[in-house]
């Protein structure tokens, strides 16, 4: 609807003097000689004086509300920016009080008067009124409006409030940005983003964490994460893999020393957690932690201290413990291999990383970087065809995000030529190596060609190390009847033990 067609159709139902009673603030007209033409229900209210009372009377008339009201020149010649000066208007502030009404004022001097006026309530109002000229130059109104400064200040607040806070949201965005860009921790998936707020809010306690997920999925990249994020940045970072250390070697590797302690203990050695003091030192796979000596680390997390190997006083350390497994703790605890005590102590925050395959959106992001790494790394310059990048995302990953990597730096030694392809990618899948530079030459496959082989090489495979279709098809992530079916469709023969809940696969 156009202006004029909106004019048209409104004119029954409103006026000039119906919108002026929805508005908020006082306003009233009056004539170049201060008879009161017009006043609004707000200005009723704000100054308690019925319309009978004030139209068609001159404003210097109403001797009770002036009496009792004192105006303050607040503008000399400049026309206030009430965004910008509003917190400047205070009666501090103020000139020579002002007898006559700002509406009068306006007339004797031609122009826009504002000030500030106590009213009798005790409130503060800023008065603007402005002259309206006809085709001569003659005033034939003078139009107020009044704002309540209260208000005004109030809704000033509130801005710089919401300013304040935008301010520190947008402090806060750029914080995350520069952490982002300093962090290992790729992925923008919906689990990496839950997983990097979660470490946003861990990381600045001191609370013992306990990272759980598969081999390669990056475990000790979130444990340097939280380290890097926590007040401990700046103090040592150490890192003991369980499982590496000969059983009879890793009592001293953790807690150190006395010389003399054992045949060969020539002098005081310091253990890992009086090293790491300060700081915060990681046990990846605590699963394979004996279990004699489960005791001794509980003591570390309890008491803060530790005893050396052929030592008679504890040692009071400050360390931050983050441990990792890719074990089923609790299950080992049912064995009677793992402490329920320790257990506890550790997995005072838990943390689950999802495997790569239940998070294929990072996939390409993931095998980006990597190639970027490598790229500086060999000095080369190759990179994905598009085709090639799907095919990854396509691959189940049981090797998780370390599987990648190795893939992809392996693409980048043995491809002969800048560009990566399908079936570059499809032999370093298969381990057929040698025939890479020979495929150079050869045509790009299509999409549907290249996931097809594959699917057929994992469906192979899955079935060869699985021996059953139901077995095969749960580790695959689909389901038995799939399963069939694309086996049957690439012609995968391969003889399977039957299965009493799904059908054999020949």
């Not at 965005?173 to 839950?194: F, I, T």
Request: net charge neutral; with cysteine.
């Amino acid at each position: 609807m156009i202006e004029d067609d909106f004019l048209k159709w409104a004119a029954p139902y409103i006026n000039a003097l119906n919108i002026a009673n929805m508005l908020k603030n006082p306003i009233h007209f009056i004539t170049p000689d201060g008879i009161i033409q017009y006043v609004n229900q707000a200005w009723v209210e704000k100054y308690k004086v019925s319309r009978e009372n004030a139209v068609n009377h001159p404003i210097t008339s109403l001797d009770d509300l002036m009496r009792t009201m004192e105006f303050y020149i607040s503008f000399d010649k400049v026309n206030p920016d009430l965004t910008e000066n509003i917190a400047d208007l205070s009666f501090s502030y103020m000139k020579t009080p002002l007898r006559t009404p700002a509406c009068i004022q306006a007339v004797q001097e031609r122009r826009e008067i504002s000030v500030v006026s106590k009213m009798p309530d005790g409130s503060q109002v800023l008065v603007r009124s402005t002259p309206i000229f006809d085709e001569k130059g003659e005033i034939v109104l003078v139009f107020t409006q009044v704002q309540d400064l209260s208000l005004i200040a109030g809704w000033r607040d509130r801005l710089d409030l919401e300013i304040t806070a935008n301010l520190r949201m947008q402090e806060e965005l750029q914080l995350l940005r520069e952490n982002q860009a300093k962090s290992k921790l790729l992925g923008n998936s919906r689990p990496m983003m839950e997983l990097r707020n979660l470490i946003a809010m861990i990381s600045k306690s001191d609370a013992s964490v306990l990272i759980s997920g598969e081999s390669g999925v990056g475990k000790e990249v979130v444990a340097k994460e939280i380290y890097r994020q926590s007040l401990r940045s700046k103090a040592p970072f150490l890192t003991l893999n369980c499982a590496t250390i000969p059983e009879n070697l890793i009592e001293s590797e953790l807690f150190g020393y006395e010389k003399g302690a054992f045949t060969g203990a020539y002098k005081t050695k310091l253990g890992l957690f009086e090293v790491a003091d300060g700081g915060t030192i990681m046990l990846d796979e605590i699963g394979e932690l004996p279990i004699h000596l489960q005791p001794k680390l509980l003591r570390v997390l309890q008491e803060q201290e530790i005893l050396r190997v052929g030592g008679a006083k504890n040692i009071p350390i400050n360390v931050r413990v983050i441990a990792a497994t890719n074990r089923d703790l609790p299950e080992q605890i049912r064995a009677g291999k793992f402490r329920s005590d320790l257990y506890y102590r550790l997995n005072v925050v838990p943390i689950q990383i999802p495997p790569l395959r239940d998070r294929r959106e990072d996939i390409a992001l993931l095998a980006s970087r990597f190639l970027e790494t490598f790229n500086q790394k060999y000095h080369t310059s190759k990179f994905f065809l598009s085709q090639s990048m799907m095919l990854l995302e396509q691959h189940n990953w049981p090797g998780n995000v370390r599987e990648l990597e190795n893939v992809v730096e392996r693409l980048v030694i043995v491809c002969s030529k800048d560009a990566i392809t399908p079936q570059q990618v499809l032999m370093v899948f298969s381990g057929r190596l040698n025939t890479l530079s020979e495929s150079d030459t050869t045509p790009v496959l299509s999409l549907k060609e290249a996931v097809e082989q594959l699917e057929k090489r994992m469906i192979s495979e899955a079935l060869s190390n699985y021996k059953s279709t139901y077995k095969a098809a749960r580790a695959l992530g689909m389901s038995q009847s799939t399963l069939a079916r694309k086996a049957r469709e690439l012609k995968i023969h391969r003889e399977v033990t039957p299965c009493s809940n799904g059908p054999k696969t020949t």
